[in-house]
Each structure stands twice: as structure tokens, then as C-alpha cells.
């Protein structure tokens, strides 16, 4: 199929910041996850101005939005029934990974859950056409589809299997689709559901993954988004009725990877977000039928959550920039115009933060490299901290970042790269650090480190690292593989130990895991070896370690057991433990103490090593 590419009529950007940069304030709250009505009138999207994430909705371009009484557990994924008799809410009990799925009216009444109960987890593929019936996956040992009546919560089992979701079902219910696989390493299976047979739904080519798909509006066809035929992950489709032709490309780009796709209700068209390099978002909008794919002005330099009204006259999605905190804007489909939800929000100034530049280097065995730096104010060199994001298959992106804000305030550097086993540069990057490259992954630390003394932005001896989940696991990695090359660190919710981390965390959780970590007993000397707890004799410098109390992905004993062994050794440590959070710390509150306490610290230490070398 040919595709014709229109240009986009506006491009909005959010402007470089000035360099001097102001006092660290509270940051303000954000508005994410929308929700729109089948009819497009109303919006309901997930917002923390209270506290913690729950569940607003607002009228479009009028009134003030309203809170729903969803209970004081925080909501992260939300859904508006195609019917608009429900709202369909995942919530994360204590802020753990483990989640449940609750519904209610529109109005706040008749609030029940349906799914998630015990020690299984829920997470919601969608709806099925025109009424209150979901597809919805539960996870404990072994992944569970089901189709649940929101009203009535009766549920039937279509399949279970490990390491399994539910992607989409048929109109009729008679054919499901589903993922399965590890991560980086997954496939689409079809399910009949009346004889319980399965097929995969493209032939296994050894590389790559397919983790997003729908069936299209006849049910005769698959859409797809994969990286199993090319280095960037595009979209293509399967014809069901020939299963022996090669899939159809329908979009994809040599400058870019296709990040997600979110069909029309109708099937009929797609909302395209696409990961340039560096992490940029761009927008378009793709006709299945014609193959004719149109750009969309950008609101912002990051975007998700894109989601249509059901009758497919409105686009929702969130927007995002360094100086720009996540808020629901609006398209019009017919002309691609955006506009926000909330248009009584003062646009933001250039007096708000400091813009990063995207920065080329190379990793010391000459894998290109790329980060985002951030530059205080005043000529450098800087004391200066590198960020390690999470994952490892996240990204680190020009988002909204009070953590980096408020360090360049202090007159601290920080520099984000996404070294090897990152997302949004290609399959083979995405892998790079799988098993036994996850020294490359280490080593590259290191070489941002180098490349940051060298070109006169850090200053030797005044660099820190900071890092959380997996960017926790790398600031402990680095710390014990390159002693003397870091001044002091900040490991939030890290891996210290392989061996402690697959026995404690969720058993679906270890599952996905092996086909990056390696298996805990195949491996077991290579992740010995890449533990930091290994050896943890060579941690001489200052760390704090932060963990959430309720954490079940990177369970809390993980920092724990890092602590007790710095105490045990007289190194200095702090060790921050926070109530009633999991993972990701979704309370207001406790996200500003983790903020607070890793900004305190890097600027306490690296300023008292630069009185040392000063």
C-alpha cells in the first residue's frame, strides 16, 4: 500500500527555557489518562491536584472539572464504556503493582470492582461495541482473558497461559487476541474461542517483538505494531482470510519508530504517535482504507494517552514538555486542530525551568550514545549528575521533570542518557543489553561520565548519579564496577541482588524478566557477578537509597539489604522508606520527600567533594 504524507498546518513546540533559573517551587499538578465520552461532550481524565491520582471529569470547553468518588487508593488507567453508562477504573491498592479493576456511573454511584481480587492483578484491554462487556486480563502465576459485565461483574474465561494478555476480542466473542512472550521477545496468538485452539498470528522470524494489535472493523483482519521485519517497530496488517500472505506495511518511518497506535472506534482510522530521535513525539493520523496519513501539530514535546470518542469526532491525548506539565489536549480529526481541555491554564513562560539539549556521544566501545543535558546557569564546568532511567526498555525523553528543574536550581548539571537496552532507537539497541551486555550497558556510565569531564561540563571529582527501578539497579552497578568515578549516588526502588529480586518479586514479573536478566538458575553465575550486592566491598562513597514500602516489582529488601551492608562497613547512607507507596510513588506528597531528600542530597555531597579537589 502507497502512503501519502501531508504536512502538518501549525507545529507548536515548547520554547527553550531562559537560563536563569528559578527557585524549586511545588510542583504543580498534572492531568493525564483522558477519557472521553462515546458522544465526545464530557472528559473524564486521571489528575493528582488532590494528592494522589483519581478521577476527574469536565465538560468540554466549559465549567470547572469535577472529582468522582473513587475511594483514596490511586487510579492509573481509566476507560469510558461505549455505551456511556460506565467508567471503568484500574487501581493500585497501597500504590503496589498489583492492580484491580473497579467500575461506577458517570455520576459516582454504584462503584464496585470486578476483577483484581486476592493476588491477582487486572489490567483492561477495552470494551466490546455498544455495551458494558470488557476484555480484561488477571495475573498472578499464570495470566487469565476474560469478558466481564461491568454491571453484573459475571465473568467468563477465555484462555489462560502463562505470560498472556488480552488484546482484543470480536464483536461476536468468538475470536480473541492475545500476547504472549518475555519481554522484547513477544507474539500475537488467535484464539477460537469455542474450540480453544490457538495460532500465532505472524511466523516467528527470531528477532524483534509484537506487543500491540487489534482486529480490524470486519474481523477479517489484524493490525499490528512490530519490530519483527524492520529496526523500527511500524504498523502492519494481516489478512485472516489468507494467513499464508506476508503482512502489509501500513506505516512506518526510516526517521522514526512507531510508538503506539490507537485505533477509531469504527476501525476506520489510527492515531499515530511516533518516537523521533531523541524521544520527541510527533503526531498523524492514518486512514486504513485510503493509506492517505496526515502530521498533526505536536502540543507539546511528549505525548501519550491518545485515545478517540467513540463516535470518532474526538482525538484525547496528554501533552508534556520540560517547562510543561502534563495536560489533556483536544483534536479535531476532520482538521487536526489541538486544543487543551482546560483552556483557562496560564500557558507556561520562559521563566518556568531550563529546556535540555540533546547531546551525540559515543559508549567507550563505540556504540553511539544520546542524552539530554541540562545546564545551570553561568559558565561550566558544573558539579554535575548523571540520570538513569528506568526500565531497562524506557526511555529517557524531554518531559516534564521538577527532579532536574529544582538540581539546576541548585546549580547542579544533569545530564539523562539512554545507554544501550533503551527504547525509541530500534530493535537492536533495545536488546543491546540482554544477558551478558549488560556490561555494555554499565560500562556506559562510565563513558557519559568521561564525555561529561572532557567537554567541560562536569567538574572530575563533582559528579553524582542518580537513578530509579532499573536506573536504580545501574546507579549501584556503576558505583561498585567503577569505584573513584563517582562522588556520591541516589538509588531509588534498585535491583541489589538477582538472586533476592526473582524469589521476591511477582511471579509474572520474574517470568517476563529471564529474557533480559538471564534465568536465575541457568545464569546464576552471570547475575552473581552483575549483583552489585556481589561486591559491595568496593562502595566507598556517600548513597541514599529510597524504596516504597509496598514495592512487589523491586521488592523494599532489595535497598534494604544495601543499607545494612553500608552500615555493616561504616559508609555513609541514608535509607528513605515510604509508607503507603509501591513502585512508582504516586502520592503527591511522597514524591516531593523522594525529590526533596535526592536533591538535599546530591547537592550536600557534591559540593562538600568540591571543597575536597577546590
Partial sequence: MSVRIESPRTTRRARPASHRPVPPTVPTSEDFTPAPSPDGRQVAFLSDRAGTPGVWVCQVDAGAPVALPVGDEPVLALSWSPDGQWLACVVAPGGAPRTELWVLRPDGTRRHQVAGFGRRSATLAGWLPGGALMAVTETDEHGQALLVDAATGHRRVLAQGDLLTLLDVTPDAGVALLRRGPRNARWLELLDV????????????????????????????????????????????????????????????????????????????GALLWNTYGGRS????????????????????????????????????????????????????????????????????????????????????????????????????????????????????????????????????????????????????????????????????????????????????????????????????????????????????????????FAGTEPWIAAAAVSKYGDPQRDADLLRDLSPLTHIDRLDVPVLLIHGANDTNVPAGESAQVAQALAARGVPHGHLVLAGEGHDFLARANAEAARTATTGWLTRHLAATATVVG
Fill in 194 to 269: 469455542a474450540t480453544g485452539e490457538r495460532r500465532r498470528l505472524l511466523p516467528d522470524t527470531g528477532r524483534g517483538s509484537t506487543d500491540q494489535g487489534w482486529f480490524g472493523p470486519d474481523g477479517t483482519s489484524v493490525l499490528a505494531r512490530t519490530d519483527a521485519y524492520s529496526e523500527l517497530a511500524a504498523l502492519v496488517r494481516v489478512d485472516l482470510t489468507r494467513p499464508e500472505q506476508p503482512p502489509t506495511r501500513l506505516a512506518g518511518r526510516p526517521d522514526a519508530e512507531l510508538e503506539h497506535v490507537t485505533p477509531s472506534a469504527d476501525g476506520q482510522r
Fill in 282 to 501: 510527533e503526531l498523524s493520523l492514518l486512514d486504513f482504507t485510503s493509506g492517505v496519513q496526515r502530521a498533526v501539530a505536536a502540543p507539546g514535546e511528549v505525548l501519550g494517552d491518545a485515545v478517540f470518542a467513540a463516535d470518532g469526532g474526538l482525538l484525547c491525548l496528554t501533552a508534556q514538555g520540560p517547562v510543561q506539565p502534563r495536560e489533556v489536549w483536544l483534536v479535531d480529526p476532520s482538521t487536526g486542530a489541538p486544543r487543551p481541555l482546560r483552556p483557562a491554564i496560564a500557558p507556561r513562560t520562559d521563566d518556568a525551568g531550563v529546556a535540555p539539549q540533546l547531546v551525540d556521544l559515543r559508549a567507550r566501545d563505540g556504540l553511539p550514545l544520546s542524552g539530554w543535558l541540562y545546564r545551570p546557569a553561568g559558565p561550566g564546568p558544573w558539579p554535575t549528575a548523571i540520570s538513569l532511567h528506568g526500565g531497562p526498555e524506557a526511555q529517557e525523553r524531554p518531559g516534564y521533570n521538577p527532579l532536574f528543574q529544582a538540581l539546576v536550581a541548585q546549580g547542579v548539571a544533569v545530564f539523562a542518557p539512554n545507554v544501550r537496552g533503551s527504547s525509541g532507537f530500534g530493535r537492536s539497541f533495545v536488546a543491546a543489553d540482554n544477558l551478558a551486555g549488560r556490561y555494555g550497558a554499565i560500562a556506559d556510565v562510565a563513558a557519559c561520565a568521561d564525555f561529561l569531564v572532557d567537554a567541560g561540563v562536569a567538574r572530575p571529582g563533582q559528579l553524582g548519579c542518580l537513578g530509579r527501578s532499573y536506573g536504580g539497579y545501574l546507579v549501584l552497578a556503576v558505583l561498585v564496577n567503577f569505584p573513584g568515578l563517582f562522588a556520591a549516588g541516589v538509588a531509588e526502588c534498585g535491583i541489589s541482588d538477582f538472586r533476592t529480586f
